[in-house]
Every structure is written in C-alpha cells, then in structure tokens.
C-alpha cells in the first residue's frame, strides 16, 4: 500500500477543520447552552470562515470565551468578527493572536469593546498591528470599564501607540484594566516613561505589566522603578526580561523594594545588571517583605554577585523563587547561595548553565538535606556534574520534586472539579496547554 504524500495528509486536515467550523456554526445557531468555550486556534480558518461564525454568534447567547488564534483571519475577517461580539450580551473573552488583522482589526475591535458590557479579555497579540491599531484602541480605553486584560505583544505599536493608550487610562479613572502585555512592541525608555506617568496615578489599576523584549535601558527601568517606589499601589508583577537594563537600572530597582509593598514578582533576566546591580538587589531584599519571586538569569552574574544574594538569603523568609540561570557563577557562587538556601523560604531555584560542578551541586543538595528540605523545582541542568554519586542525589532531588509538582496538580484539579459541582467559585483550575503557551508569550513563565 503507498503511503499517504504531504498533499493528501493536508487535505485531511483541512477536511477535519472545515468539519470542526461547521460543527460550531451549528451550535452557535441552535444558541446551545452548554457551547460556553471555543477553541478553533490553528485550525486554518480564513476570513470566509470567520464571517460564517459571525453570522451564527449573532444566534448566540451563552458563550463566554472564543479562541481563534493562529489562524489566516486579516482585517476584513476582523471587523465582522468584532461586529458580531460588539452585540453578544455574554462573551467575556476574545483571543485573536496570531493572524493578520492589522491597524483595521485593531480599530474594529476598539468600536466592539469601547462600551461592551461584560468583554474582559482581548489578545490580538502579533497581528501586525501598528502605532495607528494602538491609537484606534487608546480612543476606546477612555471610555470603556469592563476590559481587565489588553495583550498587544508582537505588535509594533512603538513609543507613539504606548503614549496614546497610556494617556488614555489616565483620562479613564473608570478602567478597570489590571494586566497589560506589551512584550516585543518596540518600546524605548521614551514609552516606558508614559507607562511610568500612568503607573504614579492614584487611580492606576494595573497590577500585571509584561515589557520583554523591548529597549527599555536605565533610563526607562529608572522611570518605572521610582513609580514603584512612589505612590503605585497596584502593581504586583513587572517583566522586563531581555531588554538593556544594566546597574544603574537594576540599583533603581532596589532603591523602590526598600519601600514598595506591592510587588510579587520581578524578572529581569537576559539583561546586563552585572555583579553591581545583583548586590544592590541582595541588600534590597534584606528589607523587603513582600517580593516572591526574582529572575536574574543571564545577566553577567558573577561568584563576586552571588555571595551577597546568599546573604541575602540568610536574612530573607519571603521570597520563594529565585533564577540565576545562565550565569557564571561557579562552584564558589554555589557556595554562597547553599547556607541561605536551607535556612530561607526558596522553593524554587534556577542555576542551569551557571557553570557548576559536583562540588557546587554537593553544596546545594548537603544543605537541603541538613535543613530537611526539598524544593519544588531544582533546575542544575546544562552544568558540569559528571560525578555518579552526585548526579543520583541530583536526580533523586528532582525526582521527589516532579511528584511534589504533581500532586499539587491533581489537588488543584481536585479542588476545581468538587468547586464545579457544588456550584461555588473554585479555585483556579490547572491551565490548559494552549493557556500556558500564551502565559509564556506574556513572560509569566520563567526561563
């Protein structure tokens, strides 16, 4: 028998797709109570298609969340698209990334949502949307109140969209909106400053900000930095990884955790803060209280930085996530941060490719086992342990920490499901495959 080319396992899919569509269509007409959730991402869905779903959602009034990313939907598809959720009187959530809307997408859904009574989500991440798309969207921002989650990561909507939409929530102290995804948006320190402006309001809500991969510099982390320290109330997590910040920028960081009472979580991975800026850090977290987790990996950390986050350790009992991946540490800076590490509230350590050996790793896992502790997640992979012995102590570590993982996992599927069918609010379940891919498009994931 011959075997099926590329051509026909093409059309196969494509088959399965347009009977996937159809099958939607026909729930959203017949208004199915039980359709709460769509999920047609990458399933080779044109503009045609989308009008399609269009038409049978105006049918519709029980879905809440629509997925529909990665995909070949351009503008047109867009605007019938957001015709059509600009009148459904329940959907919450519209993820759209991954297709080619562009400025004209982005203005269609800014007239859908600018008064839409319960949309609460929007991702049009990486839809070539430009300066114009984020300025059509600032127009709806001033006025909309409901809209808590805006991802425009992998647009390049520059330092002149950043300024209108930041303008915008300043003129709106109705916004509801707390997290923002801005990663890859070609943002300078001159759009970083709008950001900083907004996020010294009074009114400001916003308590997730993603800005990797940008070129934000001191100047800019400066800006954010003295918001932190200032009278931002709000803001609990800050993404600035793979950026241009270096010492000084890093220093004005811990000038704001000697004050700030906020925020939970701060990386700066893929950056260049230097040993300098490492201890500037460290002596920040001897007086924090409220910081959870920190992410310096690749940033040209030496042993030198190191010694005085191990110190830090000793003193710190908030902070249970620490990354150092990436830099070169070496045994000494393993040194260093082992005696803290079984003393502080760390459940979590990052030290892949940091240039460790048997040595540093002995240190690590000694004082663990001295101190009766076992982190959730102990990451030495890409180092120099090649010491039998050690690796199985190493192995073992990671082995009880996988199954520590998974059984948080399963009781918090468990919590979900008896939540479910009790009726009461649950506790968040476990997220999806496709929500963890977008989770770390926003940088909540660490690396």
Request: with cysteine; hydrophobic share 40%.
């Amino acid at each position: 028998m011959l075997k099926c080319g590329c051509a026909c396992k093409d059309r196969r899919a494509q088959n399965k797709s347009r009977r996937k569509v159809a099958k939607t269509i026909r729930q959203l007409k017949a208004d199915d109570p039980t359709l709460t959730e769509i999920c047609l991402d990458e399933e080779r869905i044109r503009d045609r298609d989308v009008s399609r779903i269009a038409r049978a959602l105006r049918h519709n009034t029980h879905l809440r969340e629509l997925h529909i990313s990665e995909n070949f939907i351009s503008s047109a598809g867009a605007h019938d698209l957001a015709s059509a959720v600009s009148v459904h009187p329940a959907l919450q959530e519209v993820w759209l990334s991954i297709n080619s809307v562009g400025d004209g997408g982005a203005n269609s859904f800014a007239r859908a949502m600018r008064n839409h009574p319960t949309l609460t989500w929007l991702n049009l991440g990486e839809n070539g949307i430009g300066a114009d798309g984020a300025i059509y969207l600032s127009a709806a921002l001033r006025h909309n109140s409901k809209l808590e989650n805006l991802w425009l990561n992998g647009n390049q909507i520059l330092d002149e969209g950043i300024n209108a939409i930041a303008g915008a929530l300043q003129q709106n102290l109705s916004s509801a909106l707390t997290a923002m995804s801005l990663n890859e948006a070609g943002i300078t320190d001159v759009g970083a400053a709008h950001l900083a402006r907004y996020l010294q309001m009074e009114g400001s809500r916003l308590q997730v900000l993603g800005l990797y991969g940008n070129s934000v510099s001191n100047e800019g982390a400066t800006a954010i930095a003295m918001a932190l320290g200032g009278s931002n109330k709000s803001l609990s997590e800050l993404y600035l990884s793979k950026n241009r910040i270096g010492s000084p920028g890093a220093t004005a960081f811990a000038l704001s955790l000697q004050t700030n009472s906020t925020l939970t979580k701060l990386c700066l991975s893929n950056n260049k803060i230097g040993d300098s800026g490492a201890e500037a850090l460290a002596e920040a977290l001897g007086n924090n209280k409220t910081l959870l987790e920190l992410n310096l990996s690749r940033n040209g950390i030496t042993p030198k930085g190191a010694r005085p986050l191990g110190r830090a350790l000793m003193q710190n009992r908030t902070l249970v996530s620490l990354g150092m991946s990436g830099n070169t540490i070496l045994d000494d800076g393993a040194f260093s941060i082992a005696p803290g590490l079984g003393l502080s509230s760390v459940d979590e350590l990052r030290i892949s490719e940091a240039g460790v050996t048997a040595e540093g790793a002995v240190a690590i896992t000694k004082n663990l086992t001295e101190n009766g502790k076992r982190l959730s997640l102990l990451d030495m992979k890409g180092n120099k342990i090649e010491d039998e012995e050690v690796l199985k102590e190493v192995s073992a570590q990671i082995y009880l920490n996988m199954r520590k993982i998974l059984v948080k996992a399963e009781q918090a599927q468990q919590q979900a499901n008896q939540g479910r069918h009790h009726g009461e609010v649950a506790a968040e379940p476990v997220k999806s495959a496709r929500t963890a891919k977008y989770l770390r498009v926003t940088g909540k994931v660490a690396s």
